[in-house]
């Protein structure tokens, strides 16, 4: 069983950084495609970020340039780098991994709230 943790939400100023970080269990980080999810209240959960097993990148238009995927397949660790938040940033953002040989089998973690606030 692939297991996902997220850490690093927390309460942030606009335009202030925060690192997220995914924790993945039970297999090998190398060839999962994976991504970072956000939901914010009464809205659908929205694709951020996707990093492949090759490196490749995608955005979503509201965080490009500002946020960054990045991975570690040694340590297993997928990160989100989120700079100039601002309040519409504001979400539970959840890890999610697909096998690039299966991407119908979806990974989730349990998301960490990041909010976005004077």
């Known amino acids: 069983q692939v297991q996902l943790v997220e850490s690093g939400g927390g309460l942030v100023r606009p335009g202030g950084s925060l690192r997220l970080t995914c924790e993945v269990a039970g297999f090998p980080l190398s060839p999962l495609t994976m991504a970072w999810y956000r939901q914010a209240p009464g809205k659908e959960r929205e694709l951020v970020a996707a990093?492949?097993?090759?490196?490749?990148?995608n955005y979503g238009d509201s965080v490009k340039g500002r946020f960054t995927i990045s991975r570690d397949n040694a340590k297993n660790t997928v990160f989100l780098q989120m700079n100039s938040l601002k309040p519409e940033d504001t979400a539970v953002y959840y890890c999610?991994?697909?096998?690039?040989?299966?991407?119908?089998?979806?990974?989730w973690g349990q998301g960490t709230l990041v909010t976005v606030s004077s």
């Open positions: 999610n991994a697909k096998p690039f040989y299966n991407i119908a089998i979806n990974y």
């Open positions: 990093i492949t097993i090759g490196r490749t990148t």
